[in-house]
């Protein structure tokens, strides 16, 4: 088979606090290949819920010509809350293809298409990453520095790294801003 989409997520369904089945239509190779995730959105809170505790999997019989599933929660989705689906099919590569073996169209088939799995769900943590523009300047260093309380992060004077910047920086930002927008 090959993987026609690159769609590795379902969702987010919003709680009604009477469903509990979701559906989702990417392939996987096992239920243990699903990461589900509750988000509380009053308080902005994620978790992770884990198979077999908070929900189980339903696999369509044929990943191949018809992939995806149902994820059942144990309780209905409650109001105030959200349900994400998406992969996380291991970066292992599990084929073993042995000198002089039979071929076997459907094991290549399967490795290829865990590669390609396997692209898409970093695609899909990058899409989601605080990104540079391609043409920054050779030399600026996009390295976080280390957290600090009641500190803010910005451009160093010369634009070529990040640092932390505290309130009185803040202040004077505003200030000027605000000064600005009067003119």
Same mark, same amino acid.
């Given at each position: ?65 018809? @992939? ?25 590569? @599990? ?49 976080? @520095?280390? @957290? ?36």
């Amino acid at each position: 088979m090959t993987i026609n989409s690159t769609t590795r997520k379902a969702g987010p369904f919003t709680g009604t606090g009477t469903v509990s089945a979701f559906p989702f239509g990417f392939k996987v190779f096992q239920a243990s290949d699903l990461f589900v995730v509750r988000l509380d959105v009053s308080a902005s809170v994620e978790q992770t819920l884990v198979l077999n505790a908070n929900y189980s999997v339903t696999l369509n019989p044929d990943q191949n010509s018809n @992939p995806g599933g149902i994820v059942t929660l144990t309780a209905p989705l409650a109001v105030g809350y959200t349900l994400t689906l998406t992969s996380n099919v291991p970066d292992t590569q @599990p084929t073993d293809l042995t000198n002089q073996g039979g071929f076997y169209p459907d094991v290549i088939n399967d490795a290829l298409d865990r590669a390609t799995i396997q692209i898409q769900q970093v695609q899909t943590e990058i899409d989601r990453t605080i990104t540079a523009p391609i043409s920054l300047p050779a030399g600026t260093d996009l390295t976080f @520095p280390m @957290p600090e309380a009641n500190q803010f992060i910005g451009w160093n004077s010369t634009a070529t790294a990040l640092q932390n910047l505290d309130s009185s920086t803040l202040a004077s930002i505003v200030a000027f801003a605000t000064a600005y927008a009067d003119t």
